[in-house]
Nanobody
Framework: QLQLVESGGGLVQPGGSLRLSCAASGRTLDYYSIGWFRQAPGKEREGVSCISSLGGGTNYADSVKGRFTISRDNAKNAVYLQMNSLKPEDTAIYYC??????????????????WGQGTQVTVSS
């Protein structure tokens, strides 16, 4: 059974940076596409970014393009989300999720089979 654990969240001022980590155990991430999703209070969960298992192709939500970068280190069985130029509207609980497909997408969260417990990101002055 694949287990995912997020870390790296916290409180940061607008314009600051955070790096989220998603560590996997139980199975290798090599054959899983990984997505990052977030959910703010009173809002629906939304896809932020994902990285494919085949070729490492990436997708980003328009709201984070140019500010967030997703990467994976299969040797460490981990995926990262580098978040720069953070804005108050980025405040949310961030979740990583895995799906056993070659290519990733962030439109259908329900397609992802494995989820972490989430890490809180708060952007505030």
């Amino acid at each position: 059974q694949l287990q995912l654990v997020e870390s790296g969240g916290g409180l940061v001022q607008p314009g600051g940076s955070l790096r989220l980590s998603c560590a996997a155990s139980g199975r290798t991430l090599d054959y899983y596409s990984i997505g990052w999703f977030r959910q703010a209070p009173g809002k629906e969960r939304e896809g932020v970014s994902c990285i494919s298992s085949l070729g490492g192709g990436t997708n980003y939500a328009d709201s984070v393009k140019g500010r967030f970068t997703i990467s994976r280190d299969n040797a460490k069985n981990a995926v990262y989300l580098q978040m720069n130029s953070l804005k108050p509207e980025d405040t949310a609980i961030y979740y990583c999720a895995a799906v056993g497909t070659y290519y990733c997408q962030i439109l259908r969260a329900r397609n992802y089979a494995y989820w972490g417990q989430g890490t809180q990101v708060t952007v505030s002055s």
